[in-house]
């Protein structure tokens, strides 16, 4: 079993930033990648980003691009997702997953969530 804990979200006005963080434990957590995805009241889930854990390479939702920035710590089990320039179309609860495959949207863990609030 996996677990995954979320941190850092909150209210900010827009054009301001946020830093999210995921912690990842358990006995046998191995990953060939992370994501964040995010879900507005009344919308569907959608992936914002994501990252393989070895190598680093990332990829985003065209929404985000130039605002988000996906990263990891390897040492940390802990994924991060820098957020500037936010939106208030960027307002969600914002999950951490543990991806099937870098190339998937599919996922089998999943964190509580954080709420990400923009005000404008």
Do not use: H
């Not at 941190?7 to 301001?16: D, F, N, R």
């Not at 390897?74 to 495959?101: F, G």
């Amino acid at each position: 079993q996996v677990q995954l804990v979320e941190s850092g979200g909150g209210l900010v006005q827009a054009g301001g930033s946020l830093r999210l963080s995921c912690a990842a434990s358990g006995r046998t957590f191995r990953s060939s990648a992370m994501g964040w995805f995010r879900q507005a009241l009344g919308k569907e889930r959608e992936c914002v980003a994501a990252i393989r854990w070895w190598g680093g390479r990332t990829r985003y939702a065209d929404s985000v691009k130039g605002r988000f920035t996906i990263s990891r710590a390897i040492a940390k089990n802990t994924v991060y997702m820098q957020m500037k320039d936010l939106k208030p179309e960027d307002t969600a609860v914002y999950y951490c997953v543990v991806l099937r495959s870098y190339v998937s949207y599919e996922y089998d863990y999943w964190g509580q969530g954080t709420q990400v609030t923009v005000s404008s």
